[in-house]
């Protein structure tokens, strides 16, 4: 796969993952990476985004530098019924 085709895929990630609050949109995007990425994807993107041309979203490069700490913000929507009472509730 080339990188260009990777750079889309990422920056499309980052772009679903945006509307979140930072550190839930890093997390979100750093698992779905890990989840759904072969390494070989992965490094080919760290690869990439060490010569930083401004093509990749900088949410993408942040968060696959690191391991963010937050809970993933889709968790609750991929939970099963017996879950989702334990990951609280979003209606105020």
Known sequence: MSVEKLVRMAN?????FRSYPEDQALKGIHD??????????RNALLTYASQDDGKLDPLVVKAMRGAPSAKNPIEKQLAGPEKVGELGSDAG
Request: proline share 7%.
């Open 12 to 16: 499309q990630i980052a772009s679903f």
């Open 32 to 41: 779905h990476l890990v989840a759904f990425w072969t390494p070989g994807m």
